[in-house]
Every structure is written in structure tokens, then in C-alpha cells.
């Protein structure tokens, strides 16, 4: 999820533009409308309109939003925008509707394929949600947008790429543009530092310091790690950051989830996957994760019932709220002499569907939540612009806020980020989620994971290649 701001804003922005293209550095590169200068103007070159639609020329109008922004910081930013929106154009009314995650991959495709859809959707990137709406026309294409806002010159292309369907519609990373995303979000290490306190532990610097804190803080009475999988996304997330750490780089992984790996029978793999057993059998996640929700490990963590939280930066507002001062944040700590690596990259990105009756509306929307000032709203309210603003700069550099920006920033300089793991087939959230729970409850050893893994890819990709061949 994340920002959108001016093209040349220096070297902060080069290196984050740079790093971001890691995440799809194997992906084709897509034909692209030229942009504009982000001031509304038309760039040169543009197949695009020649002037930026005018919405409170549109009438009255009433655009209706579905979004998932419903956790403190998200739904505070989101609320704040609209009003803003509604505002500057009085004869706009924002109709949201606000769903968990879980709720709105569940319930998208059949408001999008009813007779009243929403104008404006966040679909989650991937085979499963984004690939499948633009396959099936749900989507809208926003290549002339792009043109028309700046979008081209305001995102990075790579990142612009993983919102791009191939014009078969079959495939992601290339293609039309079906989305803009709004926040960088990343798996990190949260840390309470009162529980630390009693347990006589430092925060950790290293992961080698980390994973030699999860014994000691359990000898000392205190749980280790916070931790629920009842809504099963949570353990593709720790997962991924450890088969990330197991790695030592993102580069494997990456190419693995884009179609270009050798795949998941790997070393990485499957260290991983006993780390994970190896959490569950020692204690140092509570016992029957499996059956506790994700938002309820939040607050018991925010309560003071564990030393450490793995999950994305995407919480942190919430937490800040409860726990002051008292809450740490961090990247996932390298040993000496390696670099930063996780899993993480941008949200869920803003669509237009197709059967909007306002898609210029729906547009200048889109383009009013990715702007600079957006990216300011969204910092202040503890949230992750993909490329910090003036208010990022700032921060108090100690702050949890301020760690999770200057993360961020180093994850991006270190090529350290790995995409999310649903991303390799239109099947694999639900196959790996229902795998983890088993390598949880012990059910699933590392190999049996890694083998399901493999056969999972291999078969989407020889799909892939029959389907090629067929046209």
C-alpha cells in the first residue's frame, strides 16, 4: 500500500524507486502511456486525453467505495481522505463500504459481477483476485489515467507492474493497468518493551539474538512469541519471513513466486517450515494458534501477553495507540554482515470496475488518495506510504513509526523484499494457509510442505505452458 508524490524528489526517492523494482526485475517490462509531470498537465507523447476531467463538473454524484482500510491508522487515513474528497467537490458523496480482508476476498467477485457494483474496489494482487476480475471484464484498464495523472512518472514502473494483467488476461506483471496501490507495507518484528524488561533481555540486534531470546523469555515465565492463525494468512506471513531469513537474500524466492524459480523443494523451505514446527512444539507461540484470530493475538500482544509479534507494518498504528512508548518495532534484524530481507512489498491496490456509471470520478479519486498529501495523511496517522513524504522527515527516528519508515528504507536500499507468497498461483493461499496449519499442529513435516509446494507450482506452471501452446 502506498503514496504517490512528485517524480524528482531527490535521492530518497531514486533509492527507493530502485529497490522497488526488485519485486518485479523479472517481470516483462509493459508499453506504457506516457505520463504527465504530476500537476495535472498532460505529459508529452500521451495517448491520453488532453486535460485532466473536472468532478465537480460530473453532477451529483455518488461514488461507491468497497475497501479494507479498517484498521486504526487505515481507517482513520481513509476517512480523513474522503472527507477531504467530499470537500473539494461538494457534489460528490463517498459511499464506503469497509471489510475486513478476509470478508472482502470472500465477498468481491460477487458484488462485481451483480448489476450494482461498486465503482471503486481494493482486489488483492494475484492469480486469485486481480488476474481473475480482469480476465473475467470486472476491472476496468487505467493506462489512460496513468497518462492523464502521472502516474507513470509518479510510481515506480516496476511497482505499477504488479497491478498489470496480460492483455489474454491469464497472466500478472505485464500488460494493462488495473490498479494503483496506496501504502508499502512489510513483515516485521514488533517487541513490547516492558515484557522484555522482565525477562531480563535486550532487544534484539541480530536474528541470531532473536531466535536465542525465544528460550529465555519463555524460561523467564513470559511468552515469546504472540502469535494467531485462526484466519490462516497470519502463518504465510511468519513463514515467509523465515523461508526469507533461511535464504539470505530475496532474490530466490522472488524468482520463484514470478514463474522464473526452480521452485520450493528448497534448503530455505524447508528450515522454514521446521522453524515454524519448532515455535509450536517449544512453546513459544501459544498453544492452539491454530483456533486463535489474528486480531485477537494483536490485542493480547498490545495487552502485554507476549515479548515479540511477527506480522505487518500495517498494525503499528493500532499497537502505537495502546502501548505508547512501550512498543519497538523493527525489519527483521540481519546477522552481522548480511543484509535486511522479509516479505512485504505494496498493498491492496485501488480499481475502477467496469460497470461504473462516474469512471472519471472514480479515477480522480484514485488519484487523490495516491497523491503527496495522501502520503503525508497516511504518516501521521502511523500508516506506510510507499515512498515517504515531507512528514515522514519528520519523525522521531527511535519512534516505532520512525523505525518502520527508516526500515522501509533500508529493506528497499538492500533489495530485501520478497512478494507475498498467494502471488504464485491462483490456488496457493488456500493450499499453503490449510499446509501451515498442519506444519502448526504438526501434522505436515518440512518435506511433506516442501514437496506439496513444489507440485502445486510445477502443475500452474505446465498449465501455463499447455495454455501457451493451445493458442
Not at 520450493?264 to 528450515?271: G, I, L, M, P, S
Not at 493500532?318 to 516479505?343: E, Y
Not at 498442519?438 to 501434522?443: M, R, T
Request: overall charge negative; charged content about 25%.
Amino acid at each position: 500500500m502506498n503514496d504517490g508524490r512528485s517524480p524528482r524528489t531527490g535521492g530518497r526517492y531514486r533509492r527507493t524507486l530502485a529497490a522497488l523494482g526488485v519485486l518485479c526485475a523479472l517481470l516483462p517490462a509493459a508499453a506504457c502511456v506516457p505520463g504527465t509531470d504530476g500537476s495535472g498537465a498532460a505529459g508529452t507523447g500521451g495517448g491520453a486525453a488532453s486535460a485532466v476531467p473536472d468532478p465537480a463538473k460530473a453532477g451529483e454524484v455518488t461514488l461507491t467505495v468497497w475497501d479494507q482500510q479498517v484498521r486504526g491508522g487505515q481507517n482513520a487515513a481513509i476517512e480523513r481522505l474522503n472527507e477531504e474528497f467530499e470537500k473539494k467537490y461538494p457534489n460528490v458523496t463517498i459511499k464506503r463500504v469497509a471489510r475486513s480482508f478476509n470478508d472482502l476476498k470472500k465477498t468481491l467477485k460477487l458484488a462485481l459481477s451483480g448489476d450494482d457494483p461498486p465503482d471503486v474496489v481494493q482486489a488483492n494482487q494475484g492469480y486469485s483476485d486481480m488476474v481473475a476480475f480482469a480476465h473475467a471484464g470486472m476491472l476496468a484498464p487505467l493506462d489512460n489515467y496513468a497518462g492523464l495523472y502521472g502516474w507513470n512518472t509518479r510510481f515506480p514502473q516496476t511497482l505499477l507492474n504488479l497491478n498489470r494483467v496480460s492483455a489474454d488476461g491469464k497472466r500478472f506483471g505485464t500488460g494493462r493497468l488495473y490498479g494503483v496501490s496506496q501504502e508499502g507495507e512489510y513483515i516485521g518484528v514488533y517487541y513490547d518493551k516492558k515484557v522484555l524488561r522482565k525477562a531480563g533481555v535486550e532487544p534484539p540486534r541480530t536474528w541470531r539474538e532473536f531466535t536465542e531470546a525465544l528460550p529465555r523469555v519463555k524460561k523467564a515465565g513470559q511468552l515469546p512469541v504472540q502469535f494467531g492463525n485462526l484466519d490462516k494468512y497470519p502463518a504465510i506471513h511468519t513463514f515467509g519471513l523465515l523461508q526469507a531469513q533461511a535464504a539470505g537474500s530475496a532474490g530466490p524466492v522472488r524468482e520463484t513466486v514470478f514463474g522464473r524459480g526452480e521452485g520450493f523443494e528448497t534448503d530455505a523451505t524447508r528450515e522454514a517450515a521446521r522453524t515454524l514446527a519448532d515455535w509450536s512444539e517449544k512453546g513459544y507461540v501459544p498453544g492452539g494458534a491454530n483456533g486463535k484470530g489474528y486480531d485477537d493475538a494483536a490485542k493480547q500482544f498490545a495487552d502485554g501477553k507476549g515479548a515479540f509479534l511477527v506480522t505487518g507494518t500495517w498494525q503499528l498504528a493500532d499497537l502505537r495507540k495502546t502501548m505508547g512508548d512501550d512498543l519497538g518495532f523493527m525489519p527483521p534484524p540481519p546477522d552481522s554482515g548480511a543484509q535486511p530481507v522479509t516479505t512485504g512489498g505494496e498493498g491492496l491496490p485501488w480499481s475502477v470496475t467496469s460497470k461504473s456509471d462516474h469512471p472519471e470520478v472514480a479515477a480522480a479519486y484514485l488519484d487523490f488518495l495516491t497523491s503527496s498529501h495522501a502520503s503525508n495523511v497516511l504518516t501521521q496517522e502511523g500508516v506506510l506510504p510507499v515512498v515517504p513524504g515531507a512528514a515522514a522527515d519528520k519523525l522521531d527516528p527511535d519512534s516505532a513509526v520512525g523505525r518502520m519508515v527508516a526500515g522501509w528504507r533500508e529493506l528497499n536500499d538492500a533489495d530485501g523484499l520478497v512478494p507475498y507468497l498467494d502471488y504464485t498461483t491462483p490456488t496457493f493461499y488456500d493450499t499453503l494457509s490449510a499446509d501451515l496449519q498442519g506444519v502448526l499442529a504438526g501434522d505436515v513435516g518440512p518435506d511433506e510442505l516442501a514437496s506439496r509446494m513444489q507440485k502445486s507450482y510445477a502443475d500452474f506452471r505446465a498449465e501455463q505452458r499447455a495454455d501457451g501452446e493451445d493458442r
